[in-house]
């Protein structure tokens, strides 16, 4: 027994699914597989591995996972959140086993941040500002859950946060077609999200300067990066020359070009939003 639960949150990921329950499956107590009502042959894929399969029609991404921390029959002391397109590789597997052995008493931290590589037509980005990669995934039960957040949430955690020397690896083997749809889809939320932050600023993890990876990361996008111009050229110019991003070749410019492009859609919505608040609409 490894005293960990894993869950993974699906909709039609039968591609990407069994690459994530290979990573899990020999060695968690239970994968919980919860599914949002797909349409493909995910469940069949979650169940014949050997998963426990729950159905709850989607909630949005932060409230989906709060739904499974708070309804799913968790009995183990750790808690793992993996995305059907992400795998844990064997060294950060071991970690895991290792922080989970011990009495939960005994470990002073609440939760674990986990490095992780983004696989961009087939091929690891190491630099680009996206390497390393820090999100919270493996905690406590019961000592953390996710901030309300359309999009890009991250966990809020009673306690103190350890960083661990293993890796995720995010690879959406799905095509450039949906994964480009799916930015297209987030670009929208995340426009939203920049025009309700200042409601939601209590809800979501504190933004400091000095903070951890999370919340440097969050002071700089609510303070500082809605007031610069042409946020998209920022972006290429910082992910390209300032975090090195021709070093990963000609796989990082057009991971950055992707990303700038991504940005873009962010600030073209967010002119919508505002022209459609201001009529009314």
Known sequence: MSNIEVIIPVKNEAVNLPHALASVMQWADKVWV??????DNTCEIAQKAGAEVVVQPWLGYAKQKNWALDNLDLKADWIFILDADEAILPALRDELIAEASRPVENVKHSACNINRYFIFLGKRIRHCGYYPSWNVRFFKRGKARYEER?????????????ELQGHMEHWDRRGLELYMAKHN???????????QQEQNVNKTIDARFFGNAQQRRRWIKRHVYPKLPARWLFRFLWMYFLKLGFLDGMTGLRFCLFISSYEL???LKTVELKQEASHGC
């Open 34 to 39: 919860l599914d949002s009502e797909s349409t």
């Open 150 to 162: 359309e999009v890009h949430e991250h966990m809020v955690v009673d306690g103190s946060i350890k």
């Open 185 to 195: 889809h987030y670009s929208t939320l995340e426009a939203k999200e920049i025009l």
């Open 265 to 267: 859609l962010i600030s």
